[in-house]
């Protein structure tokens, strides 16, 4: 690999003594080897020559938007934002642990893994014709660390400084060794300084603002649709992370109130492409008659893994939700056999462990690997967890008296007794609380769970809110329970911070939905994130899911192995489907 222009004077570079090497490409972890070779042309999953034109007409459930920032907490964001602004490197579908150049051509790891720097590509330009600088990218970083999501400053925590080496090199420095932060700053998306010195960037407006990535904001109707406009002369058209992606002119977002509503946008031709999310309207909604009268073509592509973690989530910042042996119980009182045959089909699977995966998810009985470890954290009274066939004694019919007893015993453990048929507390008066959900069609799959509660005398409600409601109340922890998906990268690493870790709980805006506050939580974080191979993550990736799920912060819920997408047939696409599914590398056929 070739030396950059620097290394005739590598004391200014770097502080380190040794020489580095210049890459092409940044792993999320040591030990991961790249798919693409450095002289790589385009990704697997593509057509390098599929031709660019038409329009690509997408729905989605959405009643308004506010602003064109993703990046902040405040506002309703519109759809489609991340057709705006590159990332310095690009993480493929066929290779999701490595990242490849996008606005950085190169970068260079301190063989210490104290610092890092990123030479950006010559030609990388902003949408306004205007060259990309390490300037740019120096703002980019202070600005999401300051007022972007509190993920940012999570994921940033350790760089000290930024350097400025060049017009088209800069460097991060880091306060101590860091194997995962080099990923993390690959996958930053650059900003326009000069845009954003002229537009306020933490208040919410419709200013269409100036960005690197293939598209620009063309219209758009607040409430009805966002209309983006491919960049004919993009800059980054040619390269082997993007060559064959992107092949639509235009693509439209149009607003729809509810996703019965979206099927018969897709039926009447105003749409061309469905993702569907229920089973039911799956399987009733697009019957084979309608399709073929209209070109209708369904297809179920698998999903790719880590799935994510669907869960409702309690909020242990409430009194009466602060005990584990109340969350055990609500718990045990979930059915979700009896959803899953009479509202699914059987069609769903019940979520696992904190990463739903099983190369991270804690497996059968502790080692004695993990036992050592944690009696050396002092985590004695972790023995096993409940795995979830404990939690699924409940069938089909009901609940089963085994849950019911347990469940009773536990919340009188807690403290709480039936006065008048309602569990009452002395400290916390009488048991009820509310589910938020973010959509009235997730109100049936609930019924069930609310009668068995007020079986034993809980007051539980639901309350279902449109998308501005609900994410407010998500950023200022304004829920007792409540339903979220929350994604998890291929290798776990500093977002955990930001999900399990105490400092998020009380940062407004942060995905510690649970108010998780608990040293030996940031601990196993902390060993996660430093562990040097990926045999240590998955060791302490193991412990951290016993914990967590030994305090049963959430109700696991569930999720499918496929995408359901309905499509019009007039598309092409690269068929492979352990690629899984990106609507980004489809074209229209001649």
């Known amino acids: 690999m070739p030396f950059i222009k620097y290394y005739i004077i590598p004391l200014f570079l770097f502080t380190v003594s040794v020489i580095s090497k210049a890459d092409y490409h940044v792993v999320m972890r040591k030990g991961i080897t790249a798919k693409h070779p450095k002289n790589f042309q385009h990704i697997g999953y593509v057509n390098p020559k599929a031709p660019k034109k038409g329009t690509l007409n997408l729905p989605v459930k959405k009643s308004t938007f506010n602003s064109f920032n993703p990046f902040i907490v405040q506002g309703i964001e519109a759809s489609g934002l991340g057709y705006l602004h590159a990332s310095l490197m690009k993480v493929p579908l066929d290779d999701q642990m490595v990242a490849y150049p996008y606005v950085a051509k190169e970068i260079i790891i301190a063989p210490d893994y104290k610092s890092v720097t990123f030479i950006l590509q010559d030609k990388a330009r902003f949408s306004d014709g205007s060259v990309i600088t390490a300037k740019d990218v120096e703002f980019s970083y202070k600005t999401l660390k300051e007022k972007g999501r509190p993920n940012y400053r999570i994921w940033y925590d350790n760089i000290t400084s930024v350097d400025c080496l060049s017009p088209d090199t800069i460097r991060f420095?880091?306060?101590?060794?860091?194997?995962?932060?080099?990923?993390?700053?690959?996958?930053?998306?650059?900003?326009?300084?000069?845009?954003?010195?002229?537009?306020?960037?933490?208040?919410?407006?419709?200013?269409?603002?100036?960005?690197?990535?293939?598209?620009?904001?063309?219209?758009?109707?607040?409430?009805?649709?966002?209309?983006?406009?491919?960049?004919?002369?993009?800059?980054?058209?040619?390269?082997?992370?993007?060559?064959?992606?992107?092949?639509?002119?235009?693509?439209?977002?149009?607003?729809?109130?509810?996703?019965?509503?979206?099927?018969?946008?897709?039926?009447?031709?105003?749409?061309?492409?469905n993702i569907e999310l229920k089973v039911s309207r799956w399987e009733n909604k697009y019957d084979s008659n309608t399709c073929e009268k209209e070109r209708i073509t369904k297809r179920e592509f698998a999903k790719p893994v880590p799935h994510g973690l669907n869960a409702f989530f309690f909020n242990a910042r409430r009194p009466h939700l602060c005990d584990p042996r109340v969350r055990k119980a609500l718990n045990l009182l979930f059915n979700f056999n009896w959803i899953n045959k009479t509202l699914f089909n059987n069609r769903y699977k019940r979520s696992e462990g904190i990463f739903n995966s099983k190369d991270y998810n804690a497996q059968g009985n502790l080692s004695d690997q993990e036992k050592r470890i944690m009696q050396k954290m002092g985590l004695k009274n972790i023995h096993l967890y409940e795995t979830l066939d404990s939690l699924n004694k409940n069938n089909s019919d009901g609940v089963s008296r085994e849950n019911m007893d347990h469940a009773i015993r536990l919340l009188a453990e807690a403290g709480?007794?039936?006065?008048?048929?309602?569990?009452?507390?002395?400290?916390?008066?009488?048991?009820?609380?509310?589910?938020?959900?973010?959509?009235?069609?997730?109100?049936?799959?609930?019924?069930?769970?609310?009668?068995?509660?007020?079986?034993?005398?809980?007051?539980?409600?639901?309350?279902?809110?449109?998308?501005?409601?609900?994410?407010?109340?998500?950023?200022?922890?304004?829920?007792?329970?409540?339903?979220?998906?929350?994604?998890?990268?291929?290798?776990?690493?500093?977002?955990?911070?930001?999900?399990?870790?105490?400092?998020?709980?009380?940062?407004?805006?942060?995905?510690?939905?649970?108010?998780?506050?608990?040293?030996?939580?940031?601990?196993?974080?902390?060993?996660?994130?430093?562990?040097?191979?990926?045999?240590?993550?998955?060791?302490?990736?193991?412990?951290?899911?016993?914990?967590?799920?030994?305090?049963?912060?959430?109700?696991?819920?569930?999720?499918?192995?496929?995408?359901?997408?309905?499509?019009?047939?007039?598309?092409?696409?690269?068929?492979?489907d352990e690629n899984g599914y990106s609507i980004n590398a489809w074209w229209l056929k001649e």
């Open 173 to 273: 420095n880091f306060k101590k060794t860091d194997l995962t932060l080099p990923f993390l700053l690959a996958k930053m998306r650059v900003l326009s300084k000069k845009f954003y010195t002229n537009t306020a960037f933490d208040k919410t407006n419709l200013i269409p603002p100036v960005g690197s990535g293939p598209y620009k904001i063309k219209n758009f109707e607040n409430g009805k649709y966002i209309i983006y406009e491919r960049i004919k002369d993009w800059w980054a058209s040619d390269l082997p992370i993007v060559k064959g992606l992107y092949n639509f002119d235009t693509i439209k977002f149009v607003h729809y109130y509810n996703y019965d509503t979206i099927v018969d946008g897709l039926k009447r031709g105003e749409v061309d492409h």
């Open 416 to 576: 709480w007794s039936l006065k008048g048929g309602v569990l009452t507390h002395k400290t916390y008066g009488k048991f009820s609380f509310e589910i938020l959900l973010p959509s009235t069609s997730m109100i049936r799959f609930l019924e069930n769970y609310i009668n068995t509660l007020n079986k034993v005398g809980i007051k539980a409600s639901i309350k279902a809110v449109d998308l501005v409601q609900f994410e407010n109340r998500l950023c200022n922890f304004d829920y007792d329970l409540v339903l979220f998906y929350m994604p998890v990268t291929y290798v776990p690493g500093k977002s955990l911070k930001n999900i399990w870790g105490s400092k998020a709980a009380d940062i407004k805006g942060s995905y510690n939905l649970a108010g998780v506050k608990d040293s030996k939580v940031d601990q196993v974080i902390n060993k996660i994130i430093t562990a040097k191979n990926l045999k240590n993550v998955k060791l302490y990736a193991s412990i951290l899911d016993r914990i967590i799920r030994q305090k049963y912060y959430y109700i696991p819920a569930w999720y499918r192995d496929e995408i359901y997408v309905a499509y019009r047939d007039k598309f092409r696409y690269i068929d492979r």
